[in-house]
């Protein structure tokens, strides 16, 4: 089948457009992709606990930590920024925790203690209008 001289232009286009709908539309399910893995599931007083990040891409701007239901300044742990001498930089809410971020997102919390248990959330900019998010809840049991 021929496709008329006149109407090859709109074609063209309108293929183009489809395709940068579905990689706008691969990209945003992608961020579904994210998740935080508790190793232990459980974890108990004074043991320490890995935040494994998920589904990270390659290359990102930065990730930030946060602990409780909201995400700003104050409930901040720490903001690491790949490629610098100094990657980590404590926030507000890190007090006397002992808290370690990895290149990879993730976080370790050395020995946890039954204060530190509730929502942990981590925000990973991957651009300026780009932010991949994903939150986990953590209970410390106190040892019986």
Known sequence: MEIPMGTQGCFSKSL???????????????????????????????????????????????????????????????????????????????????IVGFPNGSMVLRRAQPTDSGTYQVAITINSEWTMKAKTEVQVAGKC
């Open 16 to 98: 183009l457009l489809s395709a940068s709908i579905l990689v706008l539309w691969m990209l945003q399910g992608s961020q579904a992709a994210l998740h935080i893995q508790k190793i232990p599931e459980q974890p108990q007083k004074n043991q320490d606990l890995l935040l494994s990040v998920q589904g990270v891409p390659d290359t990102f701007q930065d990730f930030n930590w946060y602990l409780g239901e909201e995400m700003y300044g104050g409930t901040r742990l720490f903001t690491y920024i790949p490629g610098i001498q100094r990657p980590q930089r404590d926030g507000s809410a890190m007090g006397q925790r002992d």
